[in-house]
T-cell receptor, first 118, second 115 residues
Framework: DSGVTQTPKHLITATGQRVTLRCSPR?????VYWYQQSLDQGLQFLIQ???????AKGNILERFSAQQFPDLHSELNLSSLELGDSALYFC?????????????????FGSGTQLSVL | GENVEQHPSTLSVQEGDSAVIKCTYS??????FPWYKQELGKRPQLIID?????GEKKDQRIAVTLNKTAKHFSLHITETQPEDSAVYFC??????????????FGKGTMLLVSP
């Protein structure tokens, strides 16, 4: 168990609908990352939050949005869903590793939310 | 931004053989290269990582090598076992100006170890 909690585990919905995915990071971790995993694209970085603020943005569609709340949990909102949005969505939190003059992040992933858009 | 290429996409070996997975990256400023293992239906988990100030790192049957000049790094698994069967992802860390970094992942290699 990584300590990162994601709900729900499975979500089935229809095209055009809106869903919310929830993530609670490990105790003490301030960063939350969202990744999308599909069969042909691997792990695609969507967005990162640190202590409530957006820190980095990847290939996140305009139909998608996220936020991190004061208690550090995060939500990923997906709207106007399309068939192609079906994927496994992972949340991760991280611990900072400092060395060689840089700070990098070791990620701990949640179990993921499997989204199926029908 | 960073681009990470990973090869092969699938790899089948016999139990006891060695397996090698290779990755290349594009951003010469990347300085941290972790490898994640994802078993079927499970979450990705870090198995080994290397920083740009070293060329090789070992942990029991797993080793990672880094060639900064050529911008490529590799995962080596010796004496493979059926439980090594999984998808392996390489990643490169793109340090941002703020001092914090994000990871860019390769597309993964499905390793199948046959008994």
């Amino acid at each position: 168990d990584s300590g990162v909690t994601q709900t729900p585990k499975h979500l089935i919905t229809a095209t055009g609908q809106r869903v919310t995915l929830r993530c609670s990071p490990r105790s003490g971790d301030l960063s939350v990352y969202w990744y999308q995993q599909s069969l042909d694209q691997g792990l695609q970085f969507l967005i990162q939050y640190y202590n409530g603020e957006e820190r980095a943005k990847g290939n996140i569609l305009e139909r998608f949005s996220a936020q991190q709340f004061p208690d550090l949990h995060s939500e990923l909102n997906l709207s106007s869903l399309e068939l192609g949005d079906s994927a496994l969505y992972f949340c991760a939190s991280s611990v900072s590793l400092t060395g060689a003059g840089a700070t990098n992040e070791k990620l701990f992933f949640g179990s993921g939310t499997q989204l199926s858009v029908l | 931004g960073e681009n990470v290429e990973q090869h092969p996409s699938t790899l089948s070996v016999q139990e006891g053989d060695s397996a090698v997975i290779k990755c290349t990256y594009s951003d010469s400023a990347s300085n941290y290269f972790p490898w994640y293992k994802q078993e079927l239906g499970k979450r990705p988990q870090l198995i080994i990582d290397i920083r740009s100030n070293v060329g090789e790192k070992k942990d029991q049957r797993i080793a990672v090598t880094l060639n900064k000049t050529a911008k490529h790094f590799s995962l080596h698994i010796t004496e493979t076992q059926p439980e090594d069967s999984a998808v392996y992802f390489c990643a490169a860390s793109d340090t941002m100006n703020s001092g914090y970094s994000t990871l860019t992942f390769g597309k993964g290699t499905m390793l199948l170890v046959s008994p």
